[in-house]
């Protein structure tokens, strides 16, 4: 049984956070494990409170991870603040663990902050050298980078700048895109651009969009699956999701975790 561990806040709405990235992973045949940076009291009209585990409590829980279980693939989401990357960053270190999916969490979907100011310098610096692939949107690419970015050739110079901070694959997401119609992600591994491109969805209901993508393609690494096929799985995962709505919810509500496995049991009923 392949493995993959999250290290990121709770979302006590269940759409986003770890939450969102145990239900990906089961969906997905990867057995979930989890060390929480932050509890969050959330629903789907905002984020109401964050309370910070210290660095002590996510260091222990990774640390019963990696004494014990092992495992093929690690997720950060929320980390909150520069003591908290730090400790982690060590605790990647420490086991040697190389398949590490750095999702940059900065802003909620209702706009509450997610990542202290000063926690931005420590990113780069601790936990980005160590990363395989870091998957963020355009507002969180444009912080890491310092640019604005507009056009596919700002998205394409962008992931070149995340590239020398030492990350071997960027994934710049396409949600942000001003195109009304699509949404394309780029894929850049250092040497090669990939664009994939869905179509775009007129829903209010994408709460935790950001972490299901990210977790769905840690568990396809987990699995030893390629990057550009882990991406190819993450993209038809999440657009499954946003199409296939369920309301939950005043605000902006929680995408459904079980639709790409539903779609392909239809899919393989239908081809017996």
Not at 100 to 128: C, R, T, W, Y
Not at 135 to 156: D, S, Y
Not at 240 to 250: L, V
Request: glycine share 10%.
């Amino acid at each position: 049984m392949r493995k993959a561990l999250t290290i990121a806040g709770s979302d006590s709405g269940g759409g986003a956070g770890i939450q969102a990235d145990l239900k990906t992973f089961q969906e997905l045949e990867v057995f979930g494990m989890s060390a929480l940076t932050a509890v969050t009291a959330q629903n789907t009209l905002g984020v109401h409170g964050v309370y910070p585990m210290t660095p002590e409590a996510v260091i222990s829980q990774i640390q019963a991870i990696g004494d014990d279980m092992g495992t093929d693939a690690i997720k950060t989401g929320m980390l909150f603040n520069a003591e908290i990357i730090e400790a982690v960053a060590g605790q990647i270190k420490k086991y040697k663990w190389e398949t590490i999916v750095v999702d940059p969490v900065m802003i909620a979907k209702g706009g509450a902050s997610l990542l202290q100011n000063e926690a931005i310098s420590a990113l780069k610096k601790f936990l980005l050298p160590h990363a395989l692939v870091i998957t963020p949107n355009i507002p969180e690419a444009e912080v890491l980078t310092g640019m604005t970015i507009h056009t596919a050739h700002e998205k394409q110079e962008a992931a070149k700048k995340l590239f020398e901070l030492g990350v071997k694959n960027i994934i710049i997401k396409g949600g942000h895109d001003e195109d009304p119609a699509e949404s394309t992600d780029l894929l850049f591994d250092g040497s090669e651009f990939y664009t994939f491109t869905s179509r775009r969805m007129n829903t209010k209901n994408t709460h935790g969009t950001g972490c299901t993508f990210s977790a769905a393609i840690t568990a396809e690494l987990a699995k030893g699956v390629n990057i550009y096929d882990a991406v190819v799985t993450g993209k038809g995962f999440i657009q499954a999701a946003i199409e296939d709505q369920i309301d939950i919810g005043h605000g902006h509500g929680p995408t459904n975790h079980s639709a790409y496995r539903k779609r392909n049991m239809v899919k393989e009923h239908a081809g017996r």
